[in-house]
């Protein structure tokens, strides 16, 4: 299904299939953390007019970190966890862990696997390291399973797990393509759907026409940013202790 938000300066495309428990209210959580990630995305081109944030994970962090604090509870960076790799089990972290609507009905921990990376417009298909880094994501989340299981008096509410890879969309100022921005979803079903972890969560912020004018890449010049296609899958919940 998908959803248009109005009233925003940005066009902000939403696209989420499936339905299973903690499905809306899992996805629910992460567009708003998607769209504070914005607010901070946008906050920075403003003032600086450059876009350090998307060079990669390590960045990106930058402004997944601050929407984070405000949509949880609480939340651990770089989690350590027991991963399960193959036959053996590995000490491992995972990005974020959060706990979610504490002391509530319906509160759920989170942890949740990012990966970043980049795309040049116009394209038909993502990169070959995307979908690589996409695959890596899936196979550490379910890793996670191993660490639940060890510690399952430790976790004692539902368990969700997450995979996200962020991709900043660019391309020379040269090259009219802002009326391509919107096919990256439909592509990313294609590419991304063909994988174990197909996507149930797609958002997709495409900059305004004044954003993209003033966003600067600092290490290529000429290069100008349209937008950012967050991509998710999120698993059925894991009950541990039930």
């Known amino acids: ?48 007019n450059y876009t350090t944030f998307c060079f990669g994970e390590l960045q990106m962090h930058s402004i997944i970190i601050p929407a984070l604090a405000k949509n949880t509870d609480c939340f651990i960076l770089e989690y350590p966890i027991e991963r399960k790799v193959g036959k053996e089990n590995h000490w491992g972290r995972v990005d974020y862990y959060c706990r979610c609507n504490a002391k509530k009905k319906n509160e759920y921990h989170l942890f949740l696997e990012l990966k970043s990376n980049k795309q040049s417009l116009p394209f038909c298909k993502y990169r070959t390291d995307s979908l690589s880094f996409w695959n890596t994501a899936y196979k550490q989340i379910c890793g996670i399973e ?43 079903n294609n590419d991304f759907g063909c994988s174990k972890a197909k996507p149930n969560l797609i958002v997709l912020w495409k900059c305004s026409k004044g954003i993209t004018e003033i966003a600067e890449d600092e290490w290529h010049e000429g290069r100008k940013m349209y937008g950012i296609i967050f991509v998710c899958h999120i698993m059925e919940p894991y009950f541990p202790s039930f």
Do not use: W
């Open 1 to 48: 299904m998908e959803e248009k938000i109005p009233n925003t300066e940005e066009i902000i495309r939403i696209e989420r299939t499936g339905n299973f428990r903690f499905k809306q209210v899992v996805s629910d959580f992460l567009i708003e953390v998607i769209r504070d990630s914005i607010v901070s995305a946008k906050k920075y081109i403003e003032i600086t």
């Open 146 to 188: 191993r660490e639940i299981k060890l510690n399952k008096n430790f976790y004692k509410k539902p368990i969700v797990r997450v995979c996200m890879e962020t991709i900043a969309l660019y391309a020379h100022e040269t090259k009219n393509v802002a009326s391509l921005v919107d096919d990256v979803v439909e592509i990313a």
